[in-house]
């Protein structure tokens, strides 16, 4: 089998789950052409992972449940939304509510504030957010700093005490729901996007996907040659090895 073949194998391998009771097929062409954000394309390697996650964690892209972004310069991001979170934990049987709101200073004194109203004179300074579950004693809690999670763009600015109050209200969710909820993260949390997040993805697959890329790097710079000099070319036998590399990168066969 060609390289090219093995592409397109790779691009058509159809992955089927479950997500919110609804059938959801994803296949690495969809994704690239219909699910990606930003301006800079995205690798097979990082295409591979958003499936992964999204399998894994039974999240609907085409509900925006998940995203995939990459900008020039910058690695790709997996985020999830904030409407994921809390359909997580609305389906814990466990859940029972939530609170969240901003802490402003208001002459020189700290005020917890439910929701996201502020006055005009109000410095916002954080963000609060409780989640109640029926198996333990005390709710999460958590309170977190404008200064830490306030990223300075246009919605931030725009809107902090809402973005603000739904950072920590994401984080408090997190806390309370580790099993269901600790992978994933939203584009406004406090995290390293230096690797994109990978859920319950073996080592194995990880340095498929790797050779993956190193092999179709290869192909493309000989490409290149050959229609500089065009010579004619041996029919090529299908090698397994390499349709294996392609089969590993998302996470082989159901």
């Known amino acids: 089998m ?3 073949q093995l592409q397109q194998s790779f691009e058509n391998k159809e992955v089927i789950f ?3 009771g609804e059938e959801v097929k994803l296949t690495a062409g969809t ?14 390697q990082e295409v591979a ?8 964690q039974h999240l609907n892209p085409f509900l925006n449940e998940a995203y995939l972004i990459k900008f020039k310069g910058r690695p790709a991001q997996i985020i999830t939304s904030k409407e994921a979170f809390m359909k997580r ?21 700290i005020i917890y504030m439910n929701g996201a109203f502020t006055l005009p004179n109000d410095q916002i300074v954080g963000g609060w957010a409780e989640v109640k579950r029926d198996d333990r004693d005390d709710p999460v809690h958590i309170e977190i700093s404008i200064r830490e999670f306030g990223k300075g763009q246009a919605t931030w600015k725009a809107m902090p005490a809402n973005m603000i109050r739904k950072t920590a209200l994401v984080n408090a969710l997190r806390e309370a729901f580790p099993d269901s909820l600790g992978s994933l993260y939203t584009e406004d949390d406090k995290h390293d996007f230096s690797q994109p997040r990978q859920v319950d993805v073996q080592e194995a697959p990880t340095k498929a996907t790797e050779s993956t890329a190193e092999l179709l790097a290869d192909f493309k710079a000989s490409k ?6 065009p010579k004619p070319v041996e029919p090529v036998e299908e090698d397994s090895d390499q349709m294996g590399l392609f089969e590993a990168t998302l996470g082989g066969e159901d």
């Open 49 to 56: 992972m958003f499936i992964n996650l999204c399998k894994y």
């Open 2 to 4: 060609t390289m090219n």
């Open 224 to 229: 290149e040659q050959e229609e500089e000099q």
């Open 18 to 20: 479950k997500a919110g």
């Open 31 to 44: 994704v690239k052409n219909y699910l990606v954000s930003g301006n800079e394309s995205v690798t097979d």
């Open 89 to 109: 934990a609305e389906s814990n049987p466990h859940y029972r509510g939530s609170k969240a709101g901003v802490i402003v200073l208001r002459n020189n004194e």
